[in-house]
C-alpha cells in the first residue's frame, strides 16, 4: 500500500486505483482516490463490515466521471490500522481528522447504511465541513429497527453460508427475479478488481461495527433540523436492514431533503438502480441552486 497524501494522480476506473494510505494521529487510514481534480471532493462511507472492495464501481466510476472521489475504510476495517470503533461518534471523529489529513476544507459525502449514519453526525459535528449530503440505505439515530440489524442478518447470513453465496444476495435485495438478478449483477461487479485488493474485515472488527449499530438505533434522536445544507435521500421500498420508513423519517426531519424510493428493492435499491440513481447524484451534486 502506498502512503500519499491526498492530492494525487487520477485513476480512471475504480478497479484501477492503487491503494493508498494516510497517516491520522497515528494511524494509518486506507483509501482510494480517483476522478478530476479541482472543486469539492466526494467522500464515500461504506456499511457495516464494507472494506474497499464493497463499493460499487459502476457507482464509483459514474461519480468519478465528474467529481474527485475518496473512497474510505474506517478505522480497524480492511487495511485501515487500529481497533474498530464501537460507537458512530468515533468513527465520525475519525472521519473528520482523515478529511481534514488530505487536506480538504470542504467535502460532499455519500454514506450508505452505517455510513448514512456516520455521515449525519459528521455534518452536525462539522456543519462548516459539509456541502452535500447523499444518504442512502440508511437512518436517524434512534431509528425504527436499527438496533435490530443483528438479529435481522444473522439468520440470513447463516442462509448464505448453507447455500454458498455473498449474505449481500439476501441481505441487500428482494427475494423477486429482478431483487435476484440485481444481487447476482451486484456481486460480479465486486470482483471485478482482479490484483491488489483490500483484505477482509477481522470478525472481531465486525462484531465492534455492529455494536456502534445497535447504540445508533437506540440512541436519543439528533435535532436533524439543524442540517442545513442540500440533502438526497434514497432507499429501496422493502429495506429489511435499516427499514424504510427510516429514509421517509429523514427526509421529513430534515429541511428540504429530496426523496427517491426505488420500487421492488431492498436496501441495496442504488446498487440495483445504478443507471438511475448516478445520475440523480450527479444533477445533485452539480446543481449550483442547492450549494
Not at 491526498?6 to 494509518?28: C, D, H, K, Q, W
Amino acid at each position: 500500500m502506498t502512503s500519499a497524501p491526498g492530492n494525487v494522480g487520477s485513476a480512471v476506473r475504480y478497479v484501477e486505483a492503487p491503494n493508498l494510505s494516510i497517516n491520522v494521529e497515528g494511524t494509518a487510514f486506507a483509501y482510494r482516490d480517483l476522478g478530476p481534480r479541482g472543486g469539492v471532493p466526494l467522500i464515500l462511507l461504506n456499511h457495516w463490515g464494507a472494506v474497499l472492495d464493497n463499493f460499487d464501481p459502476r457507482i464509483v466510476d459514474g461519480l468519478a466521471s465528474k467529481h474527485r472521489v475518496i473512497a474510505t475504510n474506517y478505522r480497524g476495517i480492511g487495511a485501515s490500522a487500529g481497533a474498530a470503533p464501537v460507537t458512530i461518534d468515533e468513527m465520525a471523529r475519525d472521519a473528520i481528522a482523515l478529511i481534514r489529513a488530505l487536506g480538504f476544507e470542504k467535502v460532499d459525502l455519500l454514506g450508505f447504511s452505517l455510513g448514512g449514519f456516520v455521515a449525519q453526525d459528521i455534518t452536525l459535528k462539522a456543519p462548516d465541513l459539509v456541502r452535500k449530503l447523499i444518504l442512502t440505505g440508511t437512518g436517524p439515530a434512534g431509528g425504527k429497527g436499527i438496533d435490530k440489524v443483528g438479529a435481522v442478518s444473522w439468520p440470513l447470513m447463516i442462509q448464505a453460508l448453507l447455500t454458498l453465496r455473498d449474505p449481500k444476495f439476501y441481505l441487500f435485495f428482494t427475494s423477486t427475479a429482478n431483487g435476484r438478478q440485481a444481487a447476482k449483477a451486484f456481486l460480479k461487479r465486486l470482483k471485478e478488481r482482479k490484483t491488489d485488493r483490500d483484505k477482509g474485515p477481522a470478525p472481531g472488527a465486525f462484531l465492534r461495527q455492529l455494536k456502534a449499530i445497535k447504540a445508533w438505533g437506540r440512541q436519543a434522536p439528533q435535532d436533524l433540523g439543524r442540517i442545513k445544507i442540500p440533502v438526497l435521500i434514497a432507499n429501496g421500498d422493502n429495506d429489511i436492514m435499516v427499514p424504510t420508513v427510516n429514509s421517509t423519517d429523514l427526509a421529513e426531519r430534515i429541511p428540504g431533503a429530496q426523496l427517491v424510493i426505488y420500487e421492488d428493492a431492498g436496501h441495496g435499491g442504488i446498487f440495483q438502480y445504478h443507471a438511475d440513481f448516478v445520475p440523480k447524484a450527479l444533477s445533485f451534486l452539480s446543481d449550483w441552486r442547492r450549494c
